[in-house]
Nanobody
Framework: VQLQASGGGLVQAGGSLRLSCAAS????????TGWFREAPGKEREFVAAIDWSGGSTHYADSVKGRFTISRDNAKNTVYLQMNSLKPEDTAVYYCAALGSSWSPFDWGQGTQVTVSS
């Protein structure tokens, strides 16, 4: 599976960004798509995920109520709407294809999100 992430950028605290993750290739292997982020000096962490069949969603506590994950199956694309951004949201954001155990098996290239205070 190939994943193309886009939509990152520089925004002031309180602002919004929308990330996109377009999938191609062996789409049938994808059970869900997740977003993860990696800040400087920190380990990569889970942000949000959505399954491709029922559309159930999961969020990290740190982003609940601010971020919304959604999907467009016709376009094989998953979106991450990020509102009320905080400086601590600054990181490289990666999308990942998740298998039946919701474990990542393929990763996109990452997109930088920088939130200034």
């Amino acid at each position: 599976v190939q994943l193309q992430a886009s939509g990152g950028g520089l925004v002031q605290a309180g602002g919004s960004l929308r990330l996109s993750c377009a999938a191609s290739g062996s789409i049938s292997r994808i059970n869900a798509t997740g977003w993860f982020r990696e800040a400087p000096g920190k380990e990569r962490e889970f942000v949000a995920a959505i399954d491709w069949s029922g559309g159930s969603t999961h969020y990290a506590d740190s982003v609940k109520g601010r971020f919304t994950i959604s999907r467009d199956n016709a376009k094989n694309t998953v979106y991450l709407q990020m509102n009320s951004l905080k400086p601590e949201d600054t990181a490289v954001y990666y999308c990942a294809a998740l298998g039946s155990s919701w474990s990542p098996f393929d990763w996109g290239q990452g997109t930088q999100v920088t939130v200034s205070s």
